[in-house]
């Protein structure tokens, strides 16, 4: 049974850059394709960034394309996001996802994704 830890958020000011980890165990973590999602309040969760088991393909949400990467080290069954260039509207619980049915696919919605993390809360203020 795969498990998530999110961990690396924090307070930072409009500007600067964070990197959030994503520990797995459990299983095999080249199985499982990611996915970064975000819920501010009184919003809907919603997709950052997704990738698949290989960590070679990508898909970027438009609001963070160009300032967000994801990759991951599945020999340290770690996945990343490495965000630049914050601001507060990218304040929020950022979780990470993992889909054991289909590790090539790269769509990101919330709802193919069957194992979470319990989030690690991201704040951009100055």
């Known amino acids: 049974q795969l498990q998530l830890v999110e961990s690396g958020g924090g307070l930072v000011q409009p500007g600067g850059s964070l990197r959030l980890s994503c520990a797995a165990s459990?299983?095999?973590?080249?199985?499982?394709?990611i996915g970064w999602f975000r819920q501010a309040p009184g919003k809907e969760r919603e997709a950052v960034a997704c990738?698949?088991?290989?960590?070679?393909?990508?898909n970027y949400a438009d609001s963070v394309e160009g300032r967000f990467i994801i990759s991951r080290d599945n020999a340290k069954n770690t996945a990343y996001l490495h965000m630049n260039n914050l601001s507060p509207e990218d304040t929020a619980i950022y979780y990470c996802?993992?889909?054991?049915?289909?590790?090539?696919?790269?769509?990101?919605?919330?709802?193919?994704?069957?194992?979470w993390g319990q989030g690690t809360q991201v704040t951009v203020s100055s």
């Open positions: 990738t698949t088991g290989s960590g070679i393909s990508t």
């Open positions: 996802a993992a889909d054991s049915k289909n590790k090539y696919d790269l769509r990101c919605f919330p709802s193919r994704f069957g194992h």
């Open positions: 459990g299983s095999t973590f080249g199985d499982f394709a």
